[in-house]
């Protein structure tokens, strides 16, 4: 079955380590999304790719890193630098067109302490 | 103001009620999403829509481009159907970036 992976769906950190967030996705989809979600506010965006080896800022993108060597994945880091990076992290992907729904991964909640 | 706001942010029914949950917005707009969100977290689409009326089972969701809103609408609605309710939009300036509502707790009791 097609779909996106996003691993693990727990991870615990001290506050001044880095992490990294895993997503994975065999639907064959150009696009790829990180999006932040908070207690009562909507999803941000945190980092966007529409294409292998190239990726553009999104809404909240200070204190976080990503990648896209391979069409398949999509990991985002956590860095040291993210003030609250305690939350829900969703992955996205689409096809390339704009007009097309999102499918999105199961989530991973980081919680730094 | 957000940009797309949603109403009502809390919703309890009975099981078999007709429920309508709102989304407006300020924004042009190139579509409209409706997504679930089940407790686990994970995130289902349900529906994009840039004009009229889409049904799929006892989910139909209406959009009206010239008033800014749109209504998804669970017809029979069930325990199962509890969850929340995200709409987002598409806005025309940042075509790959969507804006999303805060979300709909729908619970649904038997």
């Known amino acids: 079955d097609g779909g996106i992976t996003q691993s693990p769906k727990y991870l615990f950190r001290k506050e001044g380590q880095n992490v990294t967030l895993s997503c994975e996705q065999n639907l064959n989809h150009d696009a790829m999304y990180w999006y932040r979600q908070d207690p009562g506010q909507g999803l941000r965006l945190i980092y966007y790719s529409q294409i292998v080896n190239d990726f553009q800022k999104g809404d909240i993108a200070e204190g976080y890193s990503v990648s896209r060597e391979k069409k398949e994945s999509f990991p985002l880091t956590v860095t040291s630098a993210q003030k609250n990076p305690t939350a829900f992290y969703l992955c996205?992907?689409?096809?390339?067109?704009?007009?097309?729904?999102?499918?999105f991964g199961n989530g991973t909640r980081l919680t730094v302490t | 103001k957000n940009e797309v706001e949603q109403s009502p942010q809390n919703l309890t029914a009975q099981e078999g009620e007709f429920i309508t949950i709102n989304c407006s917005y300020s924004?042009?707009?190139?579509?409209l999403h409706w997504l679930q969100q089940h407790p686990g977290g994970g995130i289902v689409s349900l529906f994009m829509?840039?004009?009229g009326k889409k049904k799929h089972g006892r989910l139909i969701a209406t959009i009206n481009i010239q008033e800014k809103h749109s209504s998804l609408h669970i017809t029979a609605s069930h325990p199962r159907d509890s969850a929340v309710y995200i709409c987002a939009v598409r806005s025309i300036q940042g075509a790959q970036k969507l804006v999303f509502g805060q979300g709909t707790r729908l619970t649904i009791n038997p």
């Open positions: 829509l840039s004009s």
């Open positions: 996205a992907s689409s096809i390339a067109s704009v007009a097309s729904p999102l499918h």
């Open positions: 924004v042009g707009i190139s579509a």
